[in-house]
C-alpha cells in the first residue's frame, strides 16, 4: 500500500505562506508539518508526497530521493496534508484503520481514504492539482470521526503555536551543555536547557528556562547580553543578535537572524529579523528581511479580536492576538509599522513611511499610498537570486520558474 500525503483544495487558504512551498512545509511548534510526518513514519512506513505542479519540480530538488506526484501503487492510503501528524495519526496510517473503500471525515475534510489508484487519477494527467475531498469522500463509506488537529486557517500555524511548542518540548533531549557557553552566561534553570555541540552561548547572555524550555541548536550562536526565555527554539545555524529579547513561544529556523524583541512567532530559515523592534505573533516566511525597527501591532487598542484581509475577502479570526503574516521573499524597510493582523504576500517590497494597509498584494512595491505599483518580475526575481547568495544558495532553474510562476498567477 502507498502512503500519499496530499494537499486538498483548503490549500489555498493558506495563501500567500504556501506560494512556494506545499502546505506540510508550514511550521507550527519547532517543525514542520512534514518533518512530523516523517519523524512519526520513521522506520514504520515509507511517504509519498503530492502537491502543486508548480511547486514539485524543486520540491523534488530539495527532497532527493522523495516519491512526488507518482502513483507506484494501485493500493492507495490518502493523508491530508494539513493534519498535524501525531501517535494517533501514525496508528491511522500503520494500524490498518481504513479499510479499502473507506473514508475518514472530519467537519467535511477528508483526512484519510483508501482506494484505487484509478480512483483519483485524471486519465492521462494524472494527480489532480488539489485533491478535492468532498468529492473523493462522495464515492467512499465515509466515517465520521473527531480529535485530529489539522490547519484550517491562515493563522493556525499561529494560534496553534504555544501548544506545540509545549507538546514538541515533550520529545527533546533537555538538560544537556555540549557547545560552548561562556563562564559569565547565566543559565536558569538548566535540565531544562539544551545546547548543542558546535553551539555557542556568548558572554553576558541569559538563558531562562524557569518557565519553560531552551534549545539552541548545532551551529546556532546567541550573542552577548541576549535574553532567552520561556520556550525558545533556536535551529541550527541560526543567531541570536546582541541585546536581543526573545521569548514566550519563538521558533527561529536554520539560518536565520533574530534580535529586538520577539514574541510567540515563527521565523522560518532564512529570513533576517535582527535588528531592534517588536515582532509578536506573527509568521515570517524564508528569505523575508524586516528591517531595522519595524514594529508589528498583535494587539488592538480596544482588545477586539483580529481580522484578517486577504485580497477582497475579509476573515474573523477568533483571536485577540495576532501580528504579521509575511510570504517568503518580502521585505520592509527600516521604521515599518505593520498593523494588527497585516497579511503580506510574496516577494513584496514595502518601504515609503506610511504604514502598510493591512493586506499588501504580492510582489507589489511601495507603501499602498495612494496604490502600491507592480514590482517588475526580473527585478524580482534577481533580488531573490542575490539574498539566495548571500546564504550560499544558489537559485535553481526550477527554483526560478516556480517563481515566475506565482509571479505570473
Known amino acids: 500500500?502507498?502512503?500519499?500525503?496530499?494537499?486538498?483544495?483548503?490549500?489555498?487558504?493558506?495563501?500567500?505562506?504556501?506560494?512556494?512551498?506545499?502546505?506540510?512545509?508550514?511550521?507550527?511548534?519547532?517543525?514542520?508539518?512534514?518533518?512530523?510526518?516523517?519523524?512519526?513514519?520513521?522506520?514504520?512506513?515509507?511517504?509519498?508526497?503530492?502537491?502543486?505542479?508548480?511547486?514539485?519540480?524543486?520540491?523534488?530538488?530539495?527532497?532527493?530521493?522523495?516519491?512526488?506526484?507518482?502513483?507506484?501503487?494501485n493500493d492507495l492510503l490518502l493523508v491530508n496534508g494539513r493534519l498535524i501528524c501525531d501517535d494517533r495519526v501514525m496508528q491511522v496510517i500503520t494500524g490498518g484503520d481504513v479499510g479499502p473503500g473507506q473514508a475518514l471525515v472530519q467537519d467535511g475534510s477528508l483526512l484519510f481514504c483508501r482506494l484505487k489508484a484509478e480512483d483519483v487519477l485524471l486519465g492521462d494527467s494524472g494527480l489532480p492539482e488539489l485533491v478535492d475531498g468532498v468529492s473523493v469522500a462522495g464515492s467512499l463509506s465515509c466515517v465520521e470521526v473527531s480529535g485530529f488537529v489539522l490547519l484550517e486557517n491562515l493563522w493556525d500555524p499561529v494560534a496553534l503555536h504555544p501548544k506545540m511548542m509545549t507538546i514538541d518540548a515533550g520529545s527533546m533531549e533537555l538538560g544537556r551543555m555540549d557547545g560552548q557557553v561562556h563562564p559569565s552566561a547565566v543559565l536558569v534553570n538548566p535540565d531544562s536547557i539544551f545546547i548543542a555541540k558546535g553551539a555557542i552561548v556568548m558572554a553576558g547572555a541569559i538563558l531562562d528556562a524557569s518557565e519553560g524550555f531552551i534549545h539552541v541548536g548545532e551551529g546556532a550562536v546567541v550573542e552577548p547580553q541576549a535574553v532567552l526565555m520561556q520556550n525558545v527554539m533556536i535551529a541550527p545555524g541560526a543567531r541570536v543578535k546582541i541585546g536581543a529579547k526573545i521569548y514566550s513561544n519563538v521558533f527561529i529556523g536554520s539560518g536565520s537572524k533574530a534580535g529586538g524583541e520577539i514574541e510567540d512567532s515563527i521565523v522560518e530559515p532564512f529570513a533576517n529579523k535582527q535588528h531592534d523592534g517588536f515582532l509578536g505573533h506573527s509568521y515570517i516566511s524564508s528569505w523575508?528581511?524586516?528591517?531595522?525597527?519595524?514594529?508589528?501591532?498583535?494587539?488592538?487598542?480596544?482588545?477586539?479580536?483580529?481580522?484578517?484581509?486577504?485580497?477582497?475577502?475579509?476573515?474573523?479570526?477568533?483571536?485577540?492576538?495576532?501580528?504579521?503574516?509575511?510570504?517568503?521573499?518580502?521585505?520592509?524597510?527600516?521604521?515599518?509599522?505593520?498593523?494588527?493582523?497585516?497579511?503580506?504576500?510574496?516577494?513584496?517590497?514595502?518601504?515609503?513611511?506610511?504604514?502598510?494597509?493591512?493586506y499588501v498584494p504580492s510582489f507589489s512595491w511601495g507603501d499602498g499610498h495612494p496604490r502600491f505599483e507592480p514590482y517588475v518580475i526580473d527585478k524580482a526575481v534577481e533580488t531573490a537570486?542575490?539574498?539566495?547568495?548571500?546564504?550560499?544558495?544558489?537559485?535553481?532553474?526550477?527554483?526560478?520558474?516556480?517563481?515566475?510562476?506565482?509571479?505570473?498567477s
Open 288 to 358: 523575508c528581511n524586516i528591517g531595522a525597527g519595524t514594529d508589528t501591532s498583535d494587539l488592538k487598542n480596544n482588545y477586539s479580536q483580529v481580522t484578517l484581509q486577504v485580497k477582497e475577502d475579509q476573515m474573523h479570526t477568533g483571536l485577540q492576538f495576532l501580528g504579521l503574516l509575511m510570504g517568503e521573499h518580502s521585505k520592509c524597510s527600516i521604521g515599518t509599522s505593520f498593523n494588527t493582523g497585516t497579511v503580506v504576500g510574496t516577494s513584496a517590497n514595502i518601504f515609503g513611511g506610511a504604514m502598510p494597509p493591512k
Open 1 to 73: 500500500m502507498q502512503v500519499l500525503i496530499f494537499e486538498d483544495q483548503s490549500t489555498l487558504r493558506f495563501r500567500p505562506l504556501v506560494d512556494l512551498k506545499p502546505v506540510y512545509d508550514l511550521v507550527t511548534g519547532c517543525r514542520s508539518l512534514k518533518c512530523r510526518f516523517m519523524a512519526h513514519a520513521a522506520g514504520k512506513v515509507s511517504l509519498t508526497w503530492h502537491l502543486r505542479k508548480h511547486i514539485a519540480p524543486w520540491f523534488r530538488q530539495a527532497n532527493p530521493g522523495s516519491i512526488v506526484n507518482s502513483i507506484e501503487e
Open 385 to 408: 537570486r542575490k539574498v539566495m547568495e548571500r546564504r550560499r544558495i544558489d537559485m535553481s532553474a526550477a527554483y526560478e520558474e516556480m517563481f515566475r510562476i506565482v509571479a505570473g
